[in-house]
C-alpha cells in the first residue's frame, strides 16, 4: 500500500482556484514532513512546498509564496494544496512525497522514493 496518495487534479480555467490532496495511509511516527513536487509536460520535476508532519512548519519554492498554499489535516492525515489564480504555466502532475530532503538550499525527493502516480492539474488559458 503507498503511503501517500494524490487526489484533486483535473481541467481548470486559467484564474480558477484548486485543492489538491496526499493522504497519508500506515504507520506515521516515520513522517517528519511532506512535500509537493510538480513536473509539467517535457519539463524535469521541480519544487513546490513542504509542510512538517509535527509543527506544521512550510516551506514554499518562489513561484508559489503568493498563491500557494500547504496545509495538513491531523485527524485525517491528510496534506493539501490549496492553488489560487492559477495559470497555464501551472499545469502539470503534481506529485506528494513523504521527508523530502533539504540540502544546500533546495528540498528534493530522497533518492530511493518513486513519484508515485500523481494528480494531473490542466490549467487552459
Known amino acids: 500500500q503507498l503511503p501517500l496518495v494524490e487526489s484533486g487534479g483535473r481541467l481548470v480555467q486559467s484564474g480558477d482556484s484548486l485543492r489538491l490532496s496526499c493522504a497519508a495511509s500506515g504507520q506515521t511516527s516515520d513522517f517528519y514532513a511532506i512535500g509537493w513536487f510538480r513536473q509539467a509536460p517535457g519539463k524535469e520535476h521541480e519544487f513546490v512546498a513542504t509542510?512538517?508532519?509535527?509543527?506544521?512548519?512550510?516551506y514554499y519554492t518562489d513561484f508559489a509564496k503568493d498563491r500557494f498554499t500547504i496545509s495538513k489535516d491531523d485527524a485525517k492525515n491528510t496534506v493539501y494544496l490549496q492553488m489560487d489564480s492559477l495559470k497555464p504555466e501551472d499545469t502539470a502532475v503534481y506529485y506528494c512525497?513523504?521527508?523530502?530532503?533539504?540540502?544546500?538550499?533546495?528540498?528534493?525527493?530522497?533518492?530511493?522514493?518513486?513519484w508515485g502516480r500523481g494528480t494531473f492539474v490542466l490549467v487552459s488559458a
Open positions: 512525497i513523504l521527508n523530502p530532503h533539504y540540502r544546500a538550499g533546495a528540498w528534493s525527493k530522497p533518492e530511493f522514493t518513486s
Open positions: 509542510i512538517t508532519w509535527n509543527g506544521g512548519n512550510t
